[in-house]
Each structure stands twice: as C-alpha cells, then as structure tokens.
C-alpha cells in the first residue's frame, strides 16, 4: 500500500481544527457575494496570495477579516459541511472542532445562529458521512476576561450542546492564568478543558494551563520541550498534545519541515496527535499534515499508527464509541 492510501486508511480523530479556519477563499468569495460583504481582495488567487505569514499574529488579523462573510444559520452549515466532507475523505472518523463565537457576536451575528449551523452540520455529518463530532467553545483571549464571561453567559443555556471550551488567538503576553477563573467555571459546569499553550508562547504557559487551568488537553505544546521537567510530567500524566505540522511551518515556529520536533516528541514518549488548525489557510488537511510530516522526518509505518492511535485515545468519546475503531485501526496497521 502506498504511503498516501496508508494513512488515508487510517482511522483517526482530529482534535485541533477551527472551523472559521477551514473556510477555503472559493468560498469565502461566495458568501461573500451571497451577503453583500465586501472583501480586501480582488480574487481567489489574490487572496491565496495574502496567505503569506510570518508569525501568529499576521495570521489572525487575515483570519479575522475573512470570517466576515459568515453571517446566517446557513453559512456556518454549509462551512462545517464542507469540512466533514474533507476530513471524511482522509479518513478521520471523529473530529472535535473549535469554535470561535465572540468574532461572530462582535459583528451582530447572534451566539445561537452559530450553534445552530454547526449543530446542525454535526448532525448531518454523522447521519450522512459516518463522522462523529463535538463542539469545543474557544475563547479569544486577546479580550478580557469580563469578555470571556459575557460569552460564557450566553453559551450557558447551550450548555448541554457544547462540549468543552477552549483558548486560543495572540499567545504572547496573554498568559492562560488570566483566564483562570473563567475556566474555574466552565469545569464547574462539567464542560471538558483544552487550551492552547506552548505554540509561540513559553512552556511556562503549558505549566500555567496544567496547575491553573486544569486542562486535559495542550493544543500545539511544541515548545514543552524546551523544559525536561515539563516534558517528564506530561509524559507521566499521559496529557495529549494536539500538534500542527503545516501550521508550525506556516506561523514560523519551525524554520522547515525538516527541522520540526515531533519525531523527537514521539520518540521521548509524549501522547502527540496530528491536526490541521486552519487548514484553508496553511495548505492542506490532516491527510496533508501527515503526509509532510511523514516524508519530512522518515517517520515509520508503526509512527503513523502512533499518531492516529493517539488521536483515538485523547478525544472526549466514551470507550464504547472509539472501540470500534481502534479494532480498525490495529487491522490496517496489520496490513502494511
Ligand atoms: N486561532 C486559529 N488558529 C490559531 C492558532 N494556531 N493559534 C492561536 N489561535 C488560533
Ligand atoms: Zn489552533
């Protein structure tokens, strides 16, 4: 089996993926049109261009400005559609996706017309594609924390629909302590905790989002292994670690494929997993991240099953659904 079909065979969660990022440019050129907003681009190729990155930050701003186009009900539907029909293709059978309210709200598009579209996608997607899914509220924490508890407050009587809640947008200088005691809350309220920690940020940041904020989950965490004691308890706590390999070359983290660290991640026994984060912006979905990674770092078959076992292991699905596919799993990775 070539390497492409291997991994495209395997069964495997994501669990790193921003919805508002999966909004490809055709499409952000038909909602575009369709809701009478005007874009800071004369064409989809013109706009592919813009995509030219040279930290996180450059990168939001563009991220921002193109969620613009998402309005109605409908169009967060058709978004979330078109990437469960993505991720289907590439074999993932399970994806819990991000979800940032507070860059829709600021616009006048309502909390539950978001909910709602993504919802109703979910559905659809199980029903029709055989993706499984939830819903993980992020919030941005470049706003306050009085911003994160407006928010909160109206996600509250949605409770049951969401999931879990995250934390993401400008890093540096936004430490996850200033959100401590929102996430005190949310884990008051029984939702399941991820933040992201250690992508431009220090590994301070991962400690502070471990002690503080009672996270299960690191999104990114690359930069955990600049402090071996960090590293010692995450392997020993076993807490997954949601890496983006086309991200971290995008956003500059890593100079080039070739040189990022997840081998080394793997290799020192960490849980990784490998996702996409925006993948219309960063050039591919998780089929693609695995296979750069892959050719990058010689990564072995027995790698790969790694990675996609992890994925399995670290979603917030009950035994009862990942079993099935951790049977599949292991009967492709006999089939090498
Ligand atoms: N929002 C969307 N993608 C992000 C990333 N990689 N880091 C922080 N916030 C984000
Ligand atoms: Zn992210």
Known sequence: MDLKAFIRRLPKAELHLHIEGSLEPEMMFDLARRNGVILPYASVEETREAYAFSDLQSFLDIYYAGAAVLIHERDFYELAMAYFRRAQADGVVHAELFFDPQTHTARGVAFETVLAGLERAGQDALAQLGVSSRLILCFLRHLSEADAFAILEQARPHRHRIHGVGLDSSEQGHP?????????????????????????????????????????????????????????????????????????????????????????????????????????????????????????????????????????????????????????????????
């Open 176 to 336: 996850p302590a200033k959100f401590e005691r929102v996430f005190a809350c949310c884990h008051d309220l029984g939702l399941r905790l991820v933040a992201h920690a250690g992508e431009e940020g220090p590994p301070s940041y991962v400690w502070e989002a471990l002690d503080r904020l009672r996270i299960e989950r690191i999104d990114h965490g690359v930069r955990a292994t600049e402090d071996p004691e960090l590293v010692a308890r995450l392997v020993r706590e076993r807490i997954p670690l949601t890496v983006c390999p086309l991200s971290n070359i995008k956003l500059r983290v890593f100079p080039d494929m070739a040189q990022h660290n997840l081998k080394h991640m793997l290799d020192r026994g960490l849980c990784v997993t490998l996702n996409s984060d925006d993948p219309a912006y960063f050039g591919g979905y998780i089929g693609q991240n695995f296979l750069e990674i892959a050719q990058a770092l010689n990564l072995s078959r027995n790698d790969l099953v790694t990675l996609a076992r992890n994925s399995l292991h670290a979603s917030f699905v009950t035994h009862a659904e990942r079993a099935p596919w951790l049977v599949e799993l292991e009967a492709v990775a006999g089939q090498d």
